[in-house]
């Protein structure tokens, strides 16, 4: 059980194309979906946190209108890349968090390696 | 400002062995302190998970030993095995926090020589 999935797990787009990033909870509901950036041998940086049927709360710097984030169901949400340009290659990964349990666990996906040529 | 610090940041251990990873936290409102394990490429894994309420957490090869007065928490990898090399997160989450965000730190490397 607790199994996240993302999708695609790897893409490779041209600088100025939108890229979009979907995160499914697949055996269990989500009420909060968290996306997190990832640089090569750094730990999780907390882009935005998303509740299912309200707007996302982003972190400080940011971009909303860059990074998207819509959590349409309490199993899905989706992080659009808006105008990708070389630097918002990175690793991306969501985190869903089990409403169902006491302890409210956060399970993560395997990630998706963007790379903006 | 880093709300959990873990150290070290590498950590080399021979098989056999036990590998320990230590943090630290100064936020009184964190009630609850995952550790997670991450193969390069790949999301991180829950491993094992306290709260405050008891001082030890053992599952199978993985103990969290955990000190409330010194707001420090440990892992414990016992019988450290090559296939346990991965990178290492703690976390904690504040009680007072409805979405639930957790605070990482920054992560050790494990490397365990066979």
């Known amino acids: 059980g607790a199994v996240v999935s993302q999708h695609p797990s790897r893409v490779i787009c041209k600088s100025g194309t939108s890229v979009k990033i979907e995160c499914r909870s697949l055996?269990?509901?989500?009420?909060?979906m968290f996306w997190y950036r990832q640089f090569p041998k750094k730990s999780l940086m907390l882009m935005a946190t998303s509740n299912e049927g309200s707007k996302a709360t982003y972190e400080q710097g940011v971009e909303k209108d860059k990074f998207l984030i819509n959590h349409a169901s309490l199993t899905l949400s989706t992080l659009t890349v808006t105008s990708a340009h070389p630097e918002d290659s990175s690793f991306y990964i969501c985190s869903a968090r089990m409403a169902q349990s006491s302890y409210n666990e956060q399970f993560f996906g395997p990630g998706t390696r963007l790379t903006v040529l | 400002q880093q709300q959990v610090k873990q150290s070290p940041q590498s950590l080399i251990v021979q098989k056999g062995g036990i590998s320990i990873i230590n943090c630290a936290y100064e936020?009184?409102?964190?009630?609850?302190f995952p550790w997670y394990q991450q193969f390069p490429g790949k999301g991180p894994a829950l491993l094992i998970a306290i709260r405050p309420d008891v001082s030890e957490k053992k599952e199978g090869r993985f103990t969290i030993s955990f000190n409330k007065s010194a707001k420090q928490f440990s892992l414990h990898i016992m019988d450290s095995q090559p296939g346990d090399s991965a990178t290492y997160f703690c976390a904690a989450r504040n009680r007072g926090s409805t979405l639930g965000r957790l605070y990482f730190g920054r992560g050790t490397q494990l490397t365990v020589w066979p």
């Open positions: 055996d269990f509901q989500a009420t909060t």
């Open positions: 936020n009184t409102a964190f009630d609850y």
